[in-house]
Structures are given as structure tokens and as C-alpha cells.
């Protein structure tokens, strides 16, 4: 069992940037590729970042590159996603997620475990 905790989330005008963290506790964090995802009111959840179990591997929506960077601590057992340059399209719940493999995953279906959630909101 791996338990996922974020946080980070809040409020932050349009061109502004927040960092999102997500510790892990339970079994080793360093077997797990991560993932963050995002859930907008009335829409499904989607795919944001994803990180190999080494970190030396990662991928991204469309939509974010070249603005989020996901990294992790393998050490610190946490998983980070900065954000700049957040537009207000950017608004949702954003949840962390742990796949027991070595490679990015960008599917909800290949994720074992899920944190609750962390809120962000872009104001215009």
C-alpha cells in the first residue's frame, strides 16, 4: 500500500506559478513511476506529467509543455510539479498517482494509488 499526499495547491493570478509536491509513505517510493493528473468541473480527469522510476524519464500533456516540469526525490520520497505561466485553463483538482512499473504511464487505468487531490485556481 502506498499512501500519496499533495500539496502546494491555492490560488494565483494568470502568468503566476505554483509548486505542487506529493509525498509518498508505505512501500519504496523509488519502484513507482508518478503521475499528476488534472479534474475539471464537469470534465474528466486527464493526463498532465509523468515521471519514470528513475526520473531520468518524462512526459507531458500538450497543453502544459513547456510551461509545468515534473521531477521527484527518490530520497525524500516526493514527487514535484512546478508550474509557470498558468492560465486559467490550468483551473482544476490536481491529483498525484503512483504505477507500480519503470516507465511513464499516461493512462488513469495503469496508476495503483491516488492522493486526494490539491485544488488550483487561475484567476484572469
Known amino acids: 500500500q502506498v499512501q500519496l499526499v499533495e500539496s502546494g495547491g491555492g490560488l494565483v493570478q494568470a502568468g503566476g506559478s505554483l509548486r505542487l509536491s506529493c509525498t509518498a509513505s508505505?512501500?519504496?517510493?523509488?519502484?513507482?513511476?508518478m503521475g499528476w493528473f488534472r479534474q475539471a468541473p464537469g470534465k474528466e480527469r486527464e493526463f498532465v506529467a509523468g515521471?519514470?522510476?528513475?526520473?531520468?524519464?518524462?512526459d507531458y500533456a500538450d497543453s502544459v509543455k513547456g510551461r509545468f516540469t515534473i521531477s521527484r526525490d527518490n530520497a525524500k520520497n516526493t514527487v514535484y510539479l512546478q508550474m509557470n505561466s498558468l492560465k486559467p485553463e490550468d483551473t482544476a483538482v490536481y491529483y498525484c498517482?503512483?504505477?507500480?512499473?519503470?516507465?511513464?504511464?499516461?493512462?488513469?487505468?495503469?496508476?495503483?494509488?491516488w492522493g486526494q487531490g490539491t485544488q488550483v485556481t487561475v484567476s484572469s
Open positions: 508505505g512501500r519504496a517510493f523509488s519502484n513507482y513511476a
Open positions: 515521471i519514470s522510476r528513475s526520473g531520468g524519464s518524462t
Open positions: 498517482a503512483a504505477a507500480y512499473t519503470y516507465y511513464v504511464q499516461v493512462t488513469t487505468g495503469r496508476y495503483d494509488y
